[in-house]
Structures are given as structure tokens and as C-alpha cells.
């Protein structure tokens, strides 16, 4: 072989290679996976502290509010009849992706407040499960969370609102919606606008589902409770086809325990147990997360379950579960991956 002839394909060579990398790396920087169970950090490399949270779709945009957990975990000794594990409340942390897999710290939007003589924001209280919904008819951003104190006998709802989804958001107080008391909650805006508080009440004995008022920042009166007496919590709540479906965890604390869904016609009608969706290694116990919130992705018919497992001891180094929503017919099932493609 002449050396000219080398020469070219030596330079073919280098080419091809060149190529390659350059390929795998645009597929690196493209590729949007999400790998449950592992601590999470922000584009800025900061551990994502967002726990017991949801996500708000806005404008092309995600964004994910949660608990952000002090960093040292203690147990609140004066509570005997179970382990009531506690970090201090940072107050609801905001974090804003495109893609569901790089995100960046938005802030603390709804701070703790060390100083405060209102006693629902100190970092000694509880302060979980935000949920943040936007009301078209006013442009402003309502956030509900459960207060409670710290040993959890108080049990209310609290609710700030904000101009933008970033904050920051002015609390309004806290109050037992409709008369009743609150712990684990969440929030649904159904297509017509109507928007939905779900919590669990009668210390977790029972489900309660109360509409909002236009502007999402109280209750109206109507509600209905449901699941009466199944004792679940932690629900979160989707509508695919016309069919409303309720996911929910047993009432164990920080522990795990099996999850069950529900499916209803109407937010305010009648909910049948269907049972644990869960599929996979640990199944019979959530694969050791509690869910918090069901995503649907923007204008697709995909819906991604979020879990929190807890570390209980250790409540900061808590990690995110995220599992594809599928569907048998109506017959929700969420199958344990480690590692989901988008
Ligand atoms: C769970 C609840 C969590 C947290 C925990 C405290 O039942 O789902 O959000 O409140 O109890 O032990």
C-alpha cells in the first residue's frame, strides 16, 4: 500500500472515531433517563431536596415543589405510641426542569421562618406534601401544604399564593378545610378549571375531597369522604379517558407499606378499591417508597407515578422513585425500574 493510501485511511480512521464520540456525547447530553433511588442533584450539583412533592406544568416548563428537609434528623421523644422521626422544616423548595431530568433550584419559595411569631412556618412545625396548582381566572399560583405541629395532633391545610410559579408565595394561614382535619394532601385541577383538595381526615381514617372556590385559595362547602375508614394516605390524583384514579399508601408513617388505587367517575362520586398496582421485586411494599404524586406528561397519554423513599433516620438522603403509569385496559400497573427513558 502506497503511503498516500495510508495516509487516507488513516485519516478515514480518525474520522470515523471523531464521529462517534461526537455522536455518543450529543446522545449523552440529549438523553433524558431517570434513575430512581439515588440522591438527585440540581444542574449546579446541589442535592435536590424536594420531598413528599409535585409538579406543576407551566408554560413549556416543570416545576417541582417539595418539603426541603432540615439537615440533621431527630426523634421527637415525647411522642411514645410511634416513631415520630422529624427534620426541621426548610419550608417548600422549587426546582424548574424542561426535560424532567436537569433541574435548577429555584429557591425556597415558601420559607420556614425561624423568627416567626405566627407558628405554622417555624422550622419546628410541620410543613408537607406542598402541591402547587395555577388558576387561570386570577393568573396566580395557589400552593397548599399540610401544617401541622410537630408531634402531627394539630392536622390543618395552609395555603400561600404567588404571582409567579417561582414565588415567592405569601402564606394566607392555615385552616381544617371544610371543618375537618387534614394531614396528607394533595391537588387536582380537572379540565373544566374546577380545582380539588384531597386530603386524608378523621386522623387518617378516611379520605376527604372538597372542591375549591374559583380562585383555589379555600373550600366551598361541597365535598364527600371517601374510602371511609380503609385508613390511606398519601394520595395522589390523576384523570386519563374520563376516568379519575386515586393512588394512595396504607398509613404506616415513614414506613412502607402496599399501595392501592381507586377509580371514580367523578372527583365527588363514588370510588372503588381496585387494589396494589405495583408490580416487581417489593411490590407488596411500594418497592419501600410512598407515593406523592401521579405527573401526566404535557399533551401526552403518559403519566410517570413519583414516590418518596424514606429514610426515616436520615430524612434529608431520602430518595425520588419515578415509574412509567401503564395501563391494562383500565387497570393501572407501575412496575419497578431503576432506569426509565423519557
Ligand atoms: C406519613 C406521611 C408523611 C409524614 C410521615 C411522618 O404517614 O405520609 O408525609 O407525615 O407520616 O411520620
Redesign the pocket.
Known amino acids: 500500500m502506497g503511503n498516500n493510501r495510508k495516509l487516507r485511511l488513516l485519516g478515514l480512521g480518525v474520522f470515523a472515531v471523531c464521529m462517534l464520540w461526537s455522536c455518543t456525547k450529543r446522545q449523552a447530553a440529549m438523553t433524558t433517563e431517570i434513575v430512581s433511588d439515588e440522591l438527585w442533584k440540581d444542574v449546579d450539583g446541589q442535592l435536590i431536596n424536594a420531598?413528599?412533592g409535585g409538579i406543576l406544568h407551566y408554560k413549556g416548563r416543570y416545576y417541582w415543589y417539595g418539603?426541603c428537609k432540615g439537615d440533621s434528623t431527630y426523634r421527637l421523644e415525647r411522642v411514645k405510641s410511634?416513631?415520630?422521626?422529624?427534620a426541621d422544616a426548610k419550608g417548600v423548595s422549587c426546582y424548574s426542569s424542561a426535560d424532567l431530568v436537569h433541574w435548577k433550584f429555584e429557591g425556597i419559595v415558601l420559607p420556614s421562618v425561624p423568627q416567626d411569631s405566627l407558628p405554622d412556618l417555624h422550622p419546628s412545625q410541620?410543613m408537607?406534601?406542598p402541591k402547587v396548582l395555577y388558576n387561570e381566572k386570577t393568573g396566580k399560583f395557589v400552593l397548599w401544604l399540610?401544617i401541622?405541629s410537630p408531634d402531627?395532633e394539630k392536622g390543618m391545610a395552609g395555603v400561600a399564593v404567588a404571582d409567579k410559579p417561582t414565588g415567592p408565595f405569601v402564606y394566607r394561614g392555615s385552616f381544617k378545610p371544610n371543618g375537618f382535619d387534614c394531614?396528607?394532601q394533595t391537588l387536582f385541577k380537572d379540565t373544566d378549571g374546577r380545582a380539588y383538595h384531597i386530603c386524608?381526615t378523621d386522623w387518617?381514617e378516611t379520605l376527604l375531597v372538597s372542591l375549591l372556590t374559583d380562585d383555589y385559595t379555600g373550600t366551598t362547602g361541597v365535598y364527600k369522604r371517601i374510602l371511609v375508614h380503609e385508613k390511606r394516605?398519601?394520595p395522589a390524583v390523576f384523570k386519563r379517558k374520563g376516568k379519575y384514579y386515586l393512588l394512595s399508601?396504607g398509613?404506616?408513617?415513614?414506613d412502607p407499606n402496599e399501595a392501592s388505587y381507586a377509580v371514580a367517575d367523578s372527583l365527588l362520586g363514588t370510588w372503588v378499591a381496585q387494589g396494589n398496582p405495583c408490580s416487581g421485586p417489593n411490590a407488596k411494599k411500594t418497592f419501600y417508597a410512598?407515593s406523592?404524586f401521579v405527573l401526566q406528561l404535557e399533551g401526552e397519554d403518559r403519566y410517570i407515578a413519583l414516590f418518596?423513599r424514606?429514610n426515616?433516620k436520615n430524612l434529608i438522603h431520602s430518595t425520588y422513585i419515578w415509574l412509567p403509569v401503564s395501563f391494562e385496559k383500565e387497570k393501572l400497573v407501575i412496575t419497578w425500574k431503576k432506569r426509565m427513558m423519557l
Not at 82 to 86: A, I, L, N, V
Open positions: 420531598h413528599g418539603e410511634w416513631e415520630c422521626w422529624r410541620i408537607e406534601r399540610h401541622d402531627y394531614r396528607d386524608a387518617n394516605e398519601a399508601s398509613c404506616t408513617g415513614w410512598q406523592t418518596d424514606w426515616k
